[in-house]
């Protein structure tokens, strides 16, 4: 069950958070979800070929900013990313203020079919996944590529009707 989130929040070492939003969004909040996103962030929504994946880059963007920006007390639109090599964002390190290692907020989203997840903690790396369940894709040939020998024959051996559900599960 997803509740309200509480007015104040905050987080100790041993705290993650997790929040769950539709990126499947009218005009009027796309508009107000762009206004919180940086110039390049702008020029990266722009690229996009169709405008549903336009959409969600926008919301799952904004929706990212406006949460983390309730932790951190500044607006969306002031907060700064970095990029991992990956191209996974984290919050840029602000020099001037000097906070230890050990406080640093962290993050992770996935989203799949039009919902994200994010998950917040402190101090420590975070990794959350998310996954649509779509029956009509070659499951064995993306299990036989990423999963271990172990785990792609024992799903080989399961009846076909149960495949589909482990191999979401394991993945």
């Known amino acids: 069950w997803w509740g309200p989130s509480p007015k104040l929040?905050?987080?100790?070492?041993?705290?993650?958070?997790?929040?769950?939003?539709?990126?499947d969004r009218g005009p009027s909040d796309i508009h107000s979800l762009w206004q919180s996103l940086?110039?390049?962030?702008?020029?990266?929504?722009?690229?996009?070929?169709?405008?549903?994946?336009?959409?969600?880059?926008?919301?799952?963007?904004?929706?990212?900013?406006?949460?983390?920006?309730r932790y951190m007390e500044l607006r969306p639109s002031q907060l700064r990313f970095q990029y991992t090599s990956y191209g996974k964002p984290m919050l840029a390190e602000d020099r001037g203020q000097n906070v230890p290692?050990?406080?640093?907020?962290?993050?992770?989203?996935?989203?799949?079919?039009?919902?994200?997840?994010?998950?917040?903690?402190?101090?420590r790396e975070i990794g959350i996944d998310v996954e649509y369940i779509r029956h009509n894709c070659d499951l064995l040939r993306i299990a036989k590529r990423f999963f271990s020998g172990q785990e792609f024959f024992e799903l080989q051996a399961l009846p076909q009707r149960l495949q589909t559900e482990t191999f979401f599960d394991c993945w």
């Open 38 to 69: 940086t110039p390049d962030e702008r020029e990266r929504a722009k690229r996009f070929h169709f405008d549903k994946h336009r959409d969600h880059f926008i919301v799952g963007r904004g929706v990212l900013r406006a949460i983390l920006s």
């Open 101 to 123: 290692t050990s406080e640093v907020l962290k993050f992770n989203l996935s989203h799949s079919n039009g919902l994200a997840l994010y998950a917040v903690t402190q101090g």
């Open 9 to 23: 929040l905050s987080l100790t070492n041993d705290d993650v958070h997790v929040w769950c939003a539709s990126l």
